[in-house]
């Protein structure tokens, strides 16, 4: 089993920045694609980014590309997400997930694993 548990969400102004982290516990994630997905109040889950396993790849979302970036650190266990340039538009609850499949999927059902979420709020 995998537990992860995401941290670093806040309120923050629009055109600020926010690190979220997201750590791994229970067993390595260290083979695993790892994502970040969002889901706004009345909205469906939505792919925000994705990593492989070995760093070496990432996948964004249209609507962050180059506003965001995803990182990993496989000795700590711990995934990142740096978003820059935050829009009213980025609010939502932000989840971490692991997949077991080096795919870098925009689906959440290629995913095993979820976080609770942490809550980013961005006002105008």
């Known amino acids: 089993q995998v537990q992860l548990v995401e941290s670093g969400g806040g309120l923050v102004q629009a055109g600020g920045s926010l690190r979220l982290s997201c750590a791994a516990s229970?067993?390595?994630?260290?083979?695993?694609?790892m994502g970040w997905f969002r889901q706004a109040p009345g909205k469906e889950r939505e792919f925000v980014a994705a990593?492989?396993?070995?760093?070496?790849?990432?996948r964004y979302a249209d609507s962050v590309k180059g506003r965001s970036t995803i990182s990993r650190d496989n000795a700590k266990n711990t995934v990142y997400l740096q978003m820059n340039s935050l829009k009213p538009e980025d609010t939502a609850l932000y989840y971490c997930?692991?997949?077991?499949?080096?795919?870098?999927?925009?689906?959440?059902?290629?995913?095993?694993?979820w976080g609770q979420g942490t809550q980013v709020t961005v006002s105008s």
């Open positions: 229970g067993r390595t994630v260290n083979s695993y694609t």
């Open positions: 990593i492989h396993w070995s760093g070496g790849n990432t």
């Open positions: 997930a692991a997949g077991p499949d080096g795919l870098l999927s925009r689906n959440p059902s290629r995913y095993n694993y």
